[in-house]
């Protein structure tokens, strides 16, 4: 996974430049980061998101939902608002990370999936199958830790041309890639989240792998009045895992949130020492007491 830095971009990490951060973090997989550059790999070129709000989803789609029903769109909307994340299933980095993500989000949101609001989450490889469906569901449910919500959650597969029309109706540009086997069996995309209003017409876009949950309840609220939202930073969070170059695995994971924190964590911690330090200076810590022959500064 790469984030890549562009003029309307406010943070990224790629293959290489002048910063370099090797910490390791581990969570569904080691991932690894890497530096920074303002240039996508040419492989990313067709890949990205554009924010076509206020654009309609096409409902009559049919889909298979992780029971192996036959599904439209459709059916999931007309009377609240909902969540739509385009991944794959056996995606081996950022598709966990953003679903992992817009979990733990949601956990902290006190809306309730199925009552208050719908997950629907699409998988953008046609091979992928009710079975994957089925153990992503089951995976994400309990992590969200309310099983009693899983009619509110919606893991869905289907054919080539209609992931082809979701994709793009929603502006989700991604390419096949080889894997370790030589095969085209991975893709490269970009990550993001989409709300939708009750209509099935785009509202917002949240761009990464981590949320605010005090965003995701303003937009679900927003969009269930179905008011649509207006652009955000085009901060885009690349999955591109295999090297056919190398024929080795690039486990590179850019978290903007991480990297934000590092920076605030620095600067708040210089704050309060230089705080500390004036304040000693002011009541003049260190001296020795009144009494003792010596002195106190003020």
Same mark, same amino acid.
């Given at each position: 996974m790469i984030v890549v830095r562009s003029a309307a971009i406010v943070a990224g990490i790629a293959c290489s430049t002048s910063l370099s951060l090797t910490a390791q973090v581990s969570s569904y997989g080691d991932k690894q980061v890497g530096s920074v550059s303002d240039k996508p790999p040419t492989i990313l070129n067709s890949v990205g998101i554009t924010q076509n709000l206020n654009q309609q989803l096409p409902l009559s789609l049919t889909f298979t939902d992780d029971h192996g029903q036959q599904v439209q769109l459709a $059916?999931?909307?007309g009377k609240r608002p @909902?969540? %739509? @994340?385009l991944v794959y299933y056996q995606c081996p980095m950022l598709c966990s990370e953003e679903l992992n993500g817009l979990t733990g989000a949601l956990q902290m949101v006190n809306f309730v999936p199925g009552k208050d609001f719908d997950v629907i989450v699409i998988s953008i490889d046609p091979s992928e199958g009710t079975d994957l469906a089925a153990a992503k569901k089951r995976s994400y449910v309990k992590r969200y830790?309310? /099983?009693?919500? @899983?009619n509110g959650w919606h893991f869905l597969t289907g054919t080539q041309p209609n992931i082809d029309a979701v994709t793009k109706a929603v502006g989700f540009g991604y390419v096949k890639i080889p894997g370790p086997d030589g095969t085209l069996t991975q893709f490269a995309h970009a990550s993001s989240i989409q709300i939708v209003t009750p209509a099935g017409m785009l509202a917002q876009y949240y761009m990464g792998v981590e949320y605010s949950p005090k965003d995701l309840r303003l937009g679900l609220v927003e969009a269930s009045n179905n008011h649509i939202g207006? /652009?955000?930073d085009n901060i885009l969070t690349y999955c591109y895992h295999y090297d056919p170059k190398t024929n080795t695995h690039s486990l590179i994971v850019a978290r903007v949130v $991480? %990297?934000?924190?590092l920076v605030t964590v620095s600067t708040l911690g210089g704050f309060m020492f230089l705080m500390f330090r004036r304040d000693s200076q002011h009541l003049g810590v260190g001296t020795p007491k009144t009494g003792t022959g010596t002195k106190v500064n003020g």
């Open positions: $059916q999931y909307f @909902a969540i %739509l @994340a830790g309310h /099983p009693e919500t @899983a207006s /652009p955000v $991480q %990297l934000g924190g």
